[in-house]
T-cell receptor, first 113, second 111 residues
Framework: NAGVMQNPRHLVRRRGQEARLRCSPMKGHSHVYWYRQLPEEGLKFMVYLQKENIIDESGMPKERFSAEFPKEGPSILRIQQVVRGDSAAYFC???????????FGSGTRLTVV | KNEVEQSPQNLTAQEGEFITINCSYSVGISALHWLQQHPGGGIVSLFMLSSGKKKHGRLIATINIQEKHSSLHITASHPRDSAVYICAVTPIIQGAQKLVFGQGTRLTINP
């Protein structure tokens, strides 16, 4: 059981480029959550997905950010036209259902230059 | 005011000391979580609590639902315990499943 796999671990993008962050949940986990940790700040919820459905996206910025969790394959967090303020660590967590605890991935550190 | 407040923000202690980190929250919750994050590293879930007390090795977590307060204790602390400890809650709001986090407590254990 490989745990929650996030890739890449580190991602550097120039302003205006697109960033794609991938999260493969633990086997048997159908709930995926994305969180963002800005430098020197705490973790903040972004989006909660189940297979093929966005359940709660109340923490997602209104523009440039999108997330999906297709029937097959990993969950993707996509940031279009990145800006310096998007530089952060992005963590994915998964759970088998809402009453269980979470398993976190190692995160993707995004740097926008 | 944050929904989840931790104290202290920073804590430095000597190896072997008993450590207590506190967490207070202001919303109704279905569960409270304690997480550990090493510098530049991932996040490890230590405990998930809805009542009472849990123990794992040298770590003990307690929660008082009436007082909306939880504590994380580390007995016989060791330098490898140095990390940021984060309290998070799952609010009972409109079926929310997301975690709301405290700011974290940075713990340094000196040999």
């Amino acid at each position: 059981n490989a745990g929650v796999m996030q890739n890449p671990r580190h991602l550097v993008r120039r302003r205006g480029q697109e960033a794609r962050l991938r999260c493969s949940p633990m086997k048997g986990h159908s709930h995926v959550y994305w969180y963002r940790q800005l430098p020197e700040e705490g973790l903040k919820f972004m989006v909660y997905l189940q297979k093929e459905n966005i359940i709660d996206e109340s923490g997602m910025p209104k523009e440039r950010f999108s997330a999906e969790f297709p029937k097959e394959g990993p969950s993707i967090l996509r940031i279009q036209q990145v800006v310096r303020g998007d530089s952060a660590a992005y963590f994915c967590a998964s759970s088998p259902d809402s009453s269980y605890g979470y398993t976190f991935g190692s995160g993707t550190r995004l740097t926008v230059v | 005011k944050n929904e989840v407040e931790q104290s202290p923000q920073n804590l430095t202690a000597q190896e072997g000391e008993f450590i207590t980190i506190n967490c207070s929250y202001s919303v109704g919750i279905s569960a409270l979580h304690w997480l550990q994050q090493h510098p530049g590293g991932g996040i490890v879930s230590l405990f998930m609590l809805s009542s009472g007390k849990k123990k794992h090795g040298r770590l003990i977590a307690t929660i008082n639902i009436q007082e909306k307060h939880s504590s994380l204790h580390i007995t016989a602390s060791h330098p490898r315990d140095s990390a940021v400890y984060i309290c998070a809650v799952t609010p009972i709001i409109q079926g929310a499943q997301k975690l709301v986090f405290g700011q974290g407590t940075r713990l340094t254990i000196n040999p």
